[in-house]
Every structure is written in C-alpha cells, then in structure tokens.
C-alpha cells in the first residue's frame, strides 16, 4: 500500500500495490513516482511500478522509467 496525497495533505487515498513497498522516489517528470516493492513470496525479488499521474494510477513495469 501507498499513501497517496495530491493536495498537501487535505484529503489521502491507498494505492494497492503487490507486495510490501519499500521505498517512493521522484520520476524524471514532475508527477512521476517509481515505487518498488518486495515480492510477499520470495523477498530477494523487487517489482517496479511507476506512476505518471502522482500516485493516482500505477502499472507494474520492468523498464526503467524516461
């Protein structure tokens, strides 16, 4: 899960992600967030997601983010 504010705080939602997010860095562009996570099954795995939107919509992604 993520904790997602657009607004500086007034109103947050949760973004579900797969497996247990160990970090939520800055993208490249102003609203790009990449988020990787753990994988609840074999720990030594992290997925990538990324969002464009600032945390409203994440996709799964093995590419780097540009």
Known sequence: ???VTTDGGRSWWEASLDGLV???????KRDDLVAY????L????TSQYV?????RIWTY???GID
Request: proline fraction near 12%; aromatic fraction near 0%; charge should be negative.
């Open 1 to 3: 899960m993520v904790d």
């Open 22 to 28: 160990v970090a939520v860095v800055p993208g490249p």
């Open 37 to 40: 996570a753990r994988e609840q």
């Open 42 to 45: 074999s720990p030594a795995l």
């Open 51 to 55: 969002s464009r939107d600032g945390g």
């Open 61 to 63: 992604t093995t590419d």
